[in-house]
């Protein structure tokens, strides 16, 4: 992701703290909006991971600290359900103003509530996502049950919630109960997509049944079954991410056929946010990461993944080809491939680490009614893949600084 840190001011003027992560290479799709659950912030790991799946699919995301959390300013205890919908609102007019009016909006819990209230003000929201959201704002009283007799005679309370604490005054649950989702879910009139898990134990799923059926047409539902609440688990909230921008491109305007913004042909890009890179080609987008005990984030294999994967796809290309043109009965090729670094046999002086070679150990399978020769003569063939000889082959990498590029002392 491109992630670059803004701000903007509410409609009280106060300064709120986010992340607009824009897609490699060109014009975004869209614009989204992002709105966290009740007392997190944008930097939850579930966030940054939808962001970033948004982002392979061309969306731009705008993810903020709602008053008083994150690194926004303010005083989260005199905040409520409705300061949260005008901290939206603010969003989406710093979107509109400064880049270009988001057409997604997504929230998470309560902040999914908030994004349903929002988006009825927000003219060119075309597609509105709840993730593990309340059907009625005031379930989140049920975070600090424990504490709402001291809050109705004292007026305030701090209270626990994830491990932190937070001052709640008695005004947040009065504007909770303020609310009226069933009137506001009549009049959306906007494509609604809601995410939900049967498991989860904070908002329960029948919220989500509540929810549809308040809904106008179009609605979806796609249960999240197995997560948590808080999508604590890398991949399902990956796999939200992807099901959110696959359900959304129906509602957006059509993208133009991928264009590289250079006359080269693959285009990659690593922000200051760890080692995760973005990698784009002509038609496709994907990841390459480090692993998480090399300090990355493992959300995409790693270069030398990627450089034997060459191999064993070109190898098993060729073989296809190869047994097609001949008419063979191959009916599918494995390609196992392990990448190391080895000493090279009787040398001299095998401590120097210079001593050690390239290894790449390549194991085929063929299936299908093939005979010994016809295996043996596959065999061969690999050996002739492109990739294989250009591996073999004198290779040179000629780098230069690109002629836009700016470097400061």
């Not at 005031?138 to 919630?161: C, D, M, Q, R, Y």
């Not at 090399?294 to 098993?316: F, Q, R």
Request: glycine share 6%; charged share 25%; with cysteine.
């Amino acid at each position: 992701m491109n992630s670059t840190k803004v701000t903007f001011n509410n409609a009280h003027n106060v300064k709120l703290s986010a992340n607009l992560e824009m897609p490699v290479g060109g014009q975004p799709v869209a614009y989204a909006i992002f709105a966290h659950c009740f007392t997190c912030s944008r930097n939850l790991s579930a966030v940054v991971n939808i962001s970033r799946s948004l982002n392979l699919r061309k969306i731009a995301v705008l993810r903020f600290d709602f008053t008083g959390l994150g690194d926004s300013e303010g005083d989260f205890s005199d905040t409520n359900f409705s300061s949260n919908v005008e901290d939206l609102l603010s969003a989406y007019d710093f979107l509109k103003q400064n880049y270009e009016a988001p057409e997604i909006i997504i929230g998470h819990s309560l902040g999914g509530a908030a994004v349903l209230v929002a988006a009825g003000s927000m003219k060119n929201i075309k597609a509105v996502v709840t993730i593990g959201a309340p059907a009625d704002p005031p379930h989140v009283k049920n975070l600090f049950k424990e504490s709402l007799e001291e809050i109705s005679k004292s007026g305030e309370a701090t209270v626990s919630i994830g491990g932190r604490p937070f001052k709640v005054k008695e005004q947040l649950l009065h504007d909770l109960e303020k609310s009226d989702m069933k009137d506001t879910l009549g009049r959306l009139n906007k494509a609604l997509l809601i995410l939900h898990s049967p498991q989860d134990q904070i908002v329960e799923i029948d919220n989500a049944r509540k929810i549809y059926e308040g809904a106008r047409h179009p609605k979806s539902f796609v249960t999240l079954d197995g997560a948590d609440h808080l999508l604590s688990n890398k991949s399902d909230s990956l796999y939200v991410g992807d099901i959110i921008s696959s359900w959304a491109s129906r509602y957006l305007k059509a993208p133009e056929e991928p264009r590289l913004d250079s006359d080269r042909q693959v285009v990659t890009r690593t922000g200051d946010d760890g080692f995760t890179t973005e990698i784009k080609t002509v038609d496709h987008y994907f990841l390459a990461d480090e692993p998480t005990s090399l300090g990355g984030k493992n959300l995409g294999p790693t270069p030398y993944d990627l450089l034997i994967a060459a191999l064993g796809s070109c190898t098993s290309i060729t073989l296809r080809m190869y047994a097609d043109r001949k008419g063979w009965p191959l009916e599918e090729v494995r390609v196992h491939l392990d990448h190391n670094k080895v000493h090279e046999q009787d040398c001299e002086n095998c401590e120097n680490e210079k001593s050690k070679i390239d290894q790449i150990d390549r194991e085929i399978e063929l299936f299908g009614n093939l005979d010994q020769e016809q295996k043996q003569k596959l065999i061969e063939i690999a050996d002739k893949c492109p990739v294989h000889r250009t591996l073999h082959g004198e290779v040179r990498v000629i780098t230069k600084l690109a002629q836009d590029t700016t470097v400061t002392d």
